[in-house]
């Protein structure tokens, strides 16, 4: 008997478009982030394939994965049939939908097999070198690009695409005009999804933060917290060897006292 999974489908989430609900994304690296978006009840999370595992799927529950797949100098994938190998392994350990900034060719070759693409347009950092690290599509004329770019990917049959980094009227015109489900990294509140790093919604890192990106707790102060305890704990265990205090008697195995001596015996002492 055929079950239906009890996570959504690339339908779900068209669905999800269709009707204006929108959705919330993470991008996360680790077991405990990945839990604990599914038990919050993300929608979709982002998760590169280096740290996509058969447990990473597990821990994700329900959420929707899009599961990034490395482009050409970023990792081992150079041609049509790497990327289809790698989107077919991924598929057999659950991946839902497979993010791909390869050429038109190679996103066509995986769409062909019917694989849920995810491209990358606006500010794409895989191409950083092009752009530089800036808003894309402030122009008319670059505004166009973009729309251009988005209307190839939904020619080819891509599943949707990361929109990072436009302007916040560009990215609500091209998702109310387009089947794609756009994933908005700095794109406005018009894209079908917010998508955000874990790392910045936690605030792990006192480094820069991006301007679309909103903090809601700060790990990084509980961790430089946790590591000065860390310190104090193991500068404390130095103090007990050096003066005797450890190991204590509740630490060590007990012998009885006639064992002992009868041991000592033996060896003649």
Known sequence: MVHKANRPTVHDMRAMKARGQKISMLYVTTLDEAAAADAAGIDMLSIESRFFTPEMREAAGRCFVQVGLPFGPYGSLATAEDYLRAAFKFTAMGGDCFYCAASLDIQKALCDNHMPVVAH??????YITWTGWRAVGKTAPEARAVWDHVK???????????LEVVPDRLGALISANTPMIMLGMGAGPGADAQYLFAEDVLGCTDGHKPRHAK?????????DRLQQ???????????????????APQHNVPMAD?????????LGL
């Open 152 to 162: 190839q990917l939904e020619s080819i049959g891509c599943f949707g695409a990361e």
């Open 121 to 126: 347009v606006g500010l794409i950092p895989s």
């Open 215 to 223: 903090t809601y707790r700060n790990f990084a102060a509980e961790y």
């Open 258 to 266: 006639d064992e002992f001596t009868a041991f000592k015996a033996g």
């Open 229 to 247: 305890e860390r310190v104090a704990a193991f500068s404390e265990f130095i103090a007990d060897v050096q003066t005797g205090t450890y190991p």
